[in-house]
């Protein structure tokens, strides 16, 4: 009964039957529809779930490395055509140092690398022979750089030297992996030196503001912009800045980019030095250590965005981010009508398409609308446009939003710019609702006490704090 079990639901429309029919695992094993765990009482198990029906992961037989769909690539292109233009203006270069760093190299600066060396991926053989020296993967690129820095700086006009590079790294980290947050992932390094240490300050403080940005205008989750403490630093560098998302439940915040002013640590580990135009005219010539950032947000970002807004439907997409922004489904259910409706459907994509908005239609005959609305909302589509007879009659379309359910009847005649204004209401409406659930978790302590209750109850704690080490 179960093997014959999908054409007989592509038959009916009503989901509620079938869950009366059929227990929630059963409906999911055989259409592949619906989540069989909830957001609020198990959250990991959810995770995993939403991430692999909504097709934007794919497991891999390697722990911890996981496959990035097209679902998922999408919202990383838009990530970076938003990303890529604003470091250009900043006159940031794009480059492609190689994966690989050698065992010198990567050891060079060795009070950065000791804690980090057992996440180091090794390259020790070439079919069956082993290599004459171990290479290593990059987990980070300042040991594959820092030599071309040291080369390519000679004088004050090599400087300020901006490069940026679009790559994949290997940690291999011991804490559990989950998809996004994985020992292979994608990020984007950003490695800049200057003559001086006013000129490094205000990038760090320019690139903090684009992941703010990045975060808060695309991915629609409010961030805290923020200085590490000491303990929490980058070792090698000099102070680390970064935003930090919050996940209201597991009550933890997730690191969601940093950018690291490194000083002059690593100026003077790889001699990293310049004439200076003062110094030039002296008789002495003395050589100065550069100022260095870096800087770097990675795939993860991707799996905070799921996390925040993800439901018990699955993804929850921001429409600046969705790869469709519009699906258009058809709802036909007399033969007479079904070809106008069809047609209905591809004009709808179309003016919406020309217009700018990212719609498509989903004409599919062996699905049932109970279905592909399913399936759509599983893969956080921001809203559905659905056409029927009606519809039809009254020459308008009916869209329901993603993230909140809400429909609303849209005429023809002002299609495109209704939709369009609901794109930006979706947008600002999905940031103001993840604000609103993370300011309402935030607790102010004072005391110690005070303190741990707060965590226990996941809250997001404001504290007092003078960065000592004792406190
Ligand atoms: C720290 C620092 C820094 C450039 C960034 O956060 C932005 C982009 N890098 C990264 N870090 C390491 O230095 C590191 C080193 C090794 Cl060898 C490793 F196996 C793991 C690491 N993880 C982080």
Redesign the pocket.
């Known amino acids: 009964m179960i093997k014959s079990f999908q054409s007989y639901y592509c038959l009916t429309t009503s989901n509620k039957q079938l869950v009366d029919v059929f227990t929630k695992e059963e409906i999911k094993k055989v259409t592949l529809l619906g989540l069989t765990n909830s957001k609020n009482s198990n959250f990991g198990e959810w995770y995993t779930e939403v991430v692999t029906t909504s097709e934007i992961i794919e497991y891999y037989d390697i722990s911890g490395c996981y496959t990035l769909l097209p679902w998922a690539m999408a919202i990383w292109k838009r990530m970076q055509n938003f990303f890529d233009p604003e470091i250009e203006k900043m006159d940031v270069e794009p480059c492609c140092f190689p994966l690989f760093v050698s065992k010198d190299a990567?050891q060079k600066e060795k009070d950065?690398?000791t804690g980090?060396?057992p996440?180091?991926a090794w390259v020790t053989k070439s079919g069956d022979t082993d290599l004459e020296i171990p290479i290593?993967i990059r987990?980070?690129?300042?040991t594959v750089m820092y030599p071309y820095f040291s080369k390519t700086i000679r004088g004050h006009r090599d400087l300020p030297l901006k490069l940026n590079q679009w790559v994949n790294v290997v940690?291999w980290e011991f804490s559990s992996p989950t998809p996004f947050i994985s020992r292979e992932f994608l990020?984007q390094?950003?490695?800049t030196a200057f003559a001086t240490k006013k000129e490094a300050y205000t990038e760090v403080l320019a690139i903090l503001e684009l992941y703010r940005r990045l975060y808060e205008e695309y991915l629609a989750v409010p961030v805290v912009k923020g200085k590490k403490s000491e303990m929490e630093k980058?070792a090698?560098?000099l102070y680390t800045t970064s935003v930090e998302a919050f996940i209201p439940n597991t009550g933890r915040g997730v690191q969601g980019a940093?950018a690291?002013c490194l000083g002059q640590n690593f100026a003077k580990m790889f001699d990293i030095t310049f004439e200076d135009e003062k110094q030039e005219k002296s008789e002495k010539r003395d050589k100065a250590m550069v100022w260095q950032n870096?800087?770097?947000y990675s795939t993860r970002t991707i799996g905070v965005m799921v996390m925040v807004h993800g439901d018990d439907k699955g993804l929850v997409l921001p429409p600046k981010v969705a790869k469709v922004q519009v699906i258009v489904v058809p709802m036909p259910y007399k033969d007479a009508d079904v070809e106008n409706i069809l047609n209905a459907c591809s004009t709808t994509v179309k003016t919406l398409c020309d217009s700018g908005i990212l719609a498509k239609a989903d004409l599919r005959d062996n699905y049932s609308p109970g279905w592909k609305y399913c399936h759509w909302e599983m893969k956080g589509v921001p809203l559905r446009i659905e056409i029927g007879p009606k519809d039809l009659a009254n020459n308008q379309v009916r869209a329901v939003r993603c993230d909140n359910g809400a429909k609303v009847d849209i005429p023809m005649t002002v299609l495109v710019n209704k939709v369009k204004g609901m794109m930006d209401t979706i947008q600002q409406s999905m940031f103001d609702v993840a604000k609103q659930k993370r300011d309402a978790c935030i607790q102010v302590t004072k005391t110690w006490d005070e303190f741990i209750q707060a965590l226990v109850q996941k809250k997001l704690i404001l504290a007092p704090w003078d960065d000592e080490e004792d406190t």
């Open positions: 990567l950065h690398i980090f060396a996440e180091v290593a987990p980070t690129s300042e940690r990020w390094e950003g490695y980058f090698g560098g940093t690291h870096s800087w770097a």
